[in-house]
């Protein structure tokens, strides 16, 4: 069986909960859209069934699916329906859905719900992707209160530069908000994960957790208080020895300069290894951190082996908890949100 294998560990996923949580002080959704940012949303998901206030999905499906498997917990639909169809499905199975647009609101008012609905009312504060302008937040608020089909409405927006803290978009967005809800009463949901930890202000009556659930830190290597939840990894399962000024890999961008063992992984791009985290990207072996070198391959990738010890049959890690994942991201130009929801062809393995 090809050894590659992800290590989900559910101890660490809520030991960041609560750690997340804690800091937060308020109610906090586990955002697992994007099948839990490549973790897996069923199972992550009952994890947390004990501790989490709510869940946070992108879409439909991704809500259907927790509530086929067991979840009960209100889950909120981020992005709203994509057709007033779906409407019925959100009633079906007691969502709260994102209204984000004119659209999503007229079709919303237009179904003929059998009780009163929770909606999230999106706010555009100046990222400029979904939800309406501050002036014209307060008209579309004021349409679902006196449609009498909306039992609460909580007020919330997302924040494009929450992980740069020095840009002073955060503040600019934080005031926006905050100026168009003066007078509309509700609960409010402003922070990200990184609004969340660097963002006191932010904090309003729910949070919204999803990169630094998952052990990620949002400004870059690791922080004290959160755990990895993958680990990925893999075995050497061919070496060799070439001799220097050999080149190694797809279109020979690597050479060797000494005489270098070669450990050759099964892992590569079409199992979501970034193609361009090429030499220097870093790996483990136990303890021993050492370096992809060459190009990654499909299937496959090699890595400079120590000189005498490390060779067929030893694992290696590619992140976990030796390398850092947003070290990886870093070495191919990409982010770790990115990393982790490519994962595949990998056996999952859950720890409790």
Not at 23 to 30: D, E, P
Not at 288 to 311: A, F, N, Q, Y
Not at 323 to 330: D, F, L, R, S
Request: proline share 5%; with cysteine.
């Amino acid at each position: 069986m090809r050894p590659l294998n992800a290590q989900i560990r559910l101890d660490n996923l809520r030991h960041n909960y609560q750690a997340l949580k804690n800091i937060h002080g308020g109610k906090l959704l586990a955002v697992v859209k994007a099948n839990a940012y490549g973790h897996g949303a069923v199972r992550c998901a009952h994890a947390l069934a004990d501790s989490a206030d709510g869940f946070a999905v992108a879409c439909l499906a991704e809500a259907v699916e927790l509530r086929e498997n067991g979840i009960d917990h209100p889950i909120v639909l981020l992005e709203g329906v994509f057709d007033a169809k779906e409407y019925a499905t959100v009633e079906q199975y007691g969502l709260w859905p994102a209204v984000c647009s004119q659209w999503q609101l007229e079709a919303l008012v237009r179904h003929p719900w059998q009780k009163p609905v929770k909606v999230w009312l999106k706010m555009d504060s100046g990222m400029h992707r979904t939800g309406f302008f501050p002036h014209d937040y307060a008209a579309a608020y004021t349409a679902l209160k006196q449609s009498g089909l909306v039992a609460d409405i909580v007020k919330f927006s997302h924040f494009a530069s929450a992980d740069d803290p020095e840009s002073g978009m955060t503040d600019m967005q934080i005031e926006a908000f905050d100026a168009a809800c003066a007078g509309l009463e509700g609960e409010e949901s402003l922070c990200n994960s990184a609004a969340l930890m660097n963002c006191p202000e932010a904090r309003r009556d729910w949070g919204r957790v999803g990169i630094a659930l998952y052990g990620v830190n949002p400004f870059g290597g690791t922080h004290p208080d959160l755990k990895p939840v993958m680990r990925l990894s893999t075995r050497v399962f061919g070496e060799r020895v070439l001799q220097p000024h050999s080149p190694v890999g797809y279109g020979a961008i690597f050479y060797t300069q000494k005489s270098t063992r070669v450990g050759l992984l099964a892992c590569g791009y079409a199992d979501g290894y970034p193609r361009n985290a090429t030499t220097g990207a870093p790996v483990a072996i136990g303890t021993h951190r050492t370096r992809v070198i060459g190009r990654v391959s499909m299937d496959m990738m090699t890595i400079e082996l120590d000189p005498s010890h490390e060779g067929i049959g030893n694992e290696v890690e590619l992140w976990g908890d030796i390398v850092n994942v947003n070290e990886t991201a870093k070495a191919a130009g990409t982010i770790a949100y990115e990393l982790l929801c490519n994962v595949k062809r990998a056996k999952f393995t859950y720890y409790e």
